[in-house]
């Protein structure tokens, strides 16, 4: 319902994080059934595909009936609402389907044709129904209250409601609105500009290989060689990708400042205080657990700092820099795995989560809700689709076998177990759980599962490697990504007081932060001030304050991951029932708050930080017996 598509295009962002190519050589003819997961359980065949399709195109003309009557009766907004849900439902239902056909062999030209056909209804079926969020905004307090308790099966829609009647203080006459939609044509254009030309126009530099091979240096081979443990080679590739990217400072400075400048008209049109505040409003999280986030990692870089002097001495350098931050700790150790060892592993690691949730992952492989193995033509990657409301949830994966792969696999039942507990416990209005959330049930999940498997591993090599690995993790998404929320957080305040921001001062204010983040001043890190412009590289500086919540959503995992292996019981059926089985039906800090996993304090945050150093003390010690 409410900016749905818009919901999807992010859960599909956050998703779709893990990549890896798989081998593809078999054909899906190939794959015995129980690898495959079995769509019939959405519609038996095309045939009742198209049929449900022809249905639910039918229903659109209903709308109509309800257009400009939701204030009139508690019943009449009741049954618009309820329409509106059953539809919406059935639409889901139709766009899985033909998603997950398209998905298993993406060359076939039907089940292609069957997405494009769905969009389009989305469209039509998106414009019939855009008049019920405006028609409840413009209601008033009074008649809500009034209606709620004239129609108690309204109460299912009442944070639905809540979320609507909210924006009020930030909604404008029906003629502003209008201009504000308006603009909404020039809204995409720095983004635009900012995209072709990084992917399209730029010239890529070439850099040459030991064995003399060429390559073009652009985005992929960048983050493919700069993990090189040829040490100059990653230096070359270094200088020469972030050398292309000087060469357009000021290009890459006018696209970023005519995003800022978009989010400062919208912030000025809807009467906000800042920028960050109207992009947390949609999510209904308060600035402070972004300040908060921010204070609390700032103060604990001397953490990130023990890592850098650790991951020094790791790989047996005088010095740190910039460019050594990407090679593996110590040599890879490769863990293989078939799928049922896959599938025992990950059960005997998520025991803690108790008999109900490992029934539920017993159904996911019995009743085949995934899709194991890639095939030729198959959808890279990996997901889990909850959308279908009232069949379950599906997941997609590309196992190949190796820890990634099973780590993957827990990460997408974590997905699959919120989306079927929100499913099964939440009328459908409610069922979609908040982005904010999205990755913490997934990422809960990888930490029992490296937590299991630490606990079994005595070798100290592949001790070693599964450590680093986890630490890695801290450095990317918990300071990482924090110093890029500081950043975009930076950049907007000086838009705000009437700065303008040029490539040079852009570069200038984050190789600021970047330095203070590595130590560079403490002669931590070595940093090149080449290195500044590495903000243009990022696309994520045009997602609105977005990239703070991979940084949440690590500590909130962690937080929960912790204290279900030390509350048991206790936490974990509440964990189920307040977090899992709570889709949307409330903001998410209270969601969280709800399971004892507070984000506007520093507690869950002091948790990772713990977790980390734990990481550490270990690799000290074996690092110190392997002597
Ligand atoms: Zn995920």
């Given at each position: 319902m409410k900016q749905l598509t818009g919901v999807l295009f992010m859960i599909l962002l956050l998703f779709s994080s893990v990549v890896q190519a798989?081998?593809?050589?078999?054909?899906?003819?190939?794959?015995?059934?129980?690898?495959?997961?079995?769509?019939?359980?959405?519609?038996?065949?095309?045939?009742?595909?198209k049929a449900g399709k022809t249905e639910v195109e039918g229903m659109i003309g209903q709308f109509k009936a309800f257009?400009?009557?939701?204030?009139?009766?508690?019943?009449?907004?009741?049954?618009?609402?309820?329409?509106?849900?059953?539809?919406?439902?059935?639409?889901?239902?139709?766009?899985?389907?033909?998603?997950?056909?398209?998905?298993?062999?993406?060359?076939?030209?039907?089940?292609?044709?069957?997405?494009?056909?769905?969009?389009?209804?989305?469209?039509?079926?998106?414009?019939?129904?855009?008049?019920?969020?405006p028609e409840i905004l413009a209601m008033n307090k009074q008649t809500i209250t009034k209606f709620m308790a004239q129609e108690p099966k309204l109460k299912i829609y009442a944070h639905y409601i809540d979320d609507i009647q909210r924006r009020k203080a930030h909604t404008l006459s029906a003629r502003e609105e209008k201009i504000i939609a308006d603009a909404g044509i020039m809204s995409d254009t720095p983004y635009d500009v900012y995209g072709i030309f990084k992917n399209?126009?730029?010239?890529?530099?070439?850099?040459?290989?030991?064995?003399?091979?060429?390559?073009?240096?652009?985005?992929?081979?960048?983050?493919l060689y700069r993990a090189s443990e040829d040490r100059n080679l990653r230096k070359e590739v270094f200088e020469q990708f972030f050398g292309s990217?000087?060469?357009?400072?000021?290009?890459?400075?006018?696209?970023?400042?005519?995003?800022?400048?978009?989010?400062?008209?919208?912030?000025?049109a809807r009467k906000y205080n800042s920028c960050l505040e109207s992009a947390l409003d949609g999510p209904n999280v308060p600035t402070s657990v972004y300040h908060n986030l921010i204070e609390t990692i700032h103060k604990n870089l001397p953490l990130l700092h023990r890592y850098l002097n650790l991951r020094k001495k790791m790989l047996g350098l005088k010095d740190l820099h910039y460019y050594d931050m990407y090679p593996s700790l110590v040599k890879k150790v490769d863990m293989s795995y078939t799928v049922e060892e896959a599938?025992?592993?990950?059960?005997?690691?998520?025991?803690?989560?108790?008999?109900?949730?490992?029934?539920?992952?017993?159904e996911a492989f019995t009743h085949r809700w995934i899709d194991i193995y890639p095939t030729t033509g198959k959808r890279s990657g990996a997901y889990s689709s909850g959308s279908a409301y009232d069949v379950h949830p599906y997941i997609l994966l590309n196992f190949n076998g190796k820890y990634d792969d099973v780590s993957t696999m827990a990460h997408e039942l974590g997905h699959t177990m919120h989306s079927y507990f929100s499913n099964k416990n939440q009328p459908f209005v409610n069922s979609h759980y908040p982005i904010f959330l999205a990755e913490v049930a997934s990422i809960t999940n990888e930490s029992l599962l490296i937590?299991?498997?630490?606990?079994?591993?005595?070798?100290?090599?592949?001790?070693?490697?599964?450590?680093?690995?986890?630490?890695?993790?801290f450095r990317t998404t918990l300071f990482r990504q924090t110093q890029f929320a500081e950043f975009e957080l930076k950049i907007h305040e000086m838009a705000e007081k009437g700065e303008a921001l040029t490539g040079e001062k852009l570069s200038r204010v984050y190789l600021n932060i970047l330095k203070d983040y590595y130590g560079a001043d403490q002669g931590i890190t070595k940093i090149e001030d080449l290195y500044a412009i590495e903000w243009a590289y990022i696309p994520h500086f045009y997602y609105n304050f977005y990239v703070f919540q991979y940084a949440t959503s690590l500590c909130a995992a962690t937080a929960v991951s912790?204290?279900?292996?030390?509350?048991?019981?206790t936490m974990r059926d509440r964990y189920i029932k307040n977090f899992l089985s709570a889709g949307d039906s409330d903001y998410p800090i209270p969601i969280l708050k709800s399971i004892g996993v507070d984000m506007t304090t520093e507690v869950p945050y002091q948790m990772a930080m713990k977790k980390m150093k734990n990481i550490m003390d270990e690799i000290d010690k074996i690092l110190q017996t392997k002597k």
């Open positions: 798989g081998d593809a050589s078999k054909s899906r003819s190939q794959i015995p059934d129980k690898y495959k997961w079995n769509l019939t359980d959405l519609y038996p065949n095309v045939e009742a595909w257009k400009g009557t939701l204030d009139q009766s508690a019943e009449q907004l009741y049954k618009c609402l309820d329409f509106s849900s059953k539809v919406w439902k059935e639409y889901m239902r139709l766009s899985s389907y033909a998603g997950k056909l398209s998905d298993q062999d993406t060359r076939e030209a039907g089940p292609l044709a069957m997405t494009q056909e769905i969009g389009q209804l989305g469209t039509k079926l998106s414009a019939a129904s855009s008049f019920i969020d399209a126009d730029m010239p890529r530099p070439e850099i040459t290989l030991k064995k003399g091979k060429k390559v073009r240096l652009d985005d992929a081979a960048y983050t990217y000087k060469k357009f400072e000021r290009t890459f400075g006018t696209e970023l400042n005519g995003e800022v400048r978009k989010d400062l008209f919208y912030k000025n599938e025992a592993l990950v059960k005997k690691a998520l025991a803690p989560l108790g008999p109900q949730y490992e029934s539920v992952i017993n937590d299991y498997v630490l606990k079994h591993t005595k070798d100290p090599q592949k001790r070693l490697s599964l450590l680093g690995n986890q630490l890695e993790t912790t204290k279900i292996l030390k509350e048991g019981p």
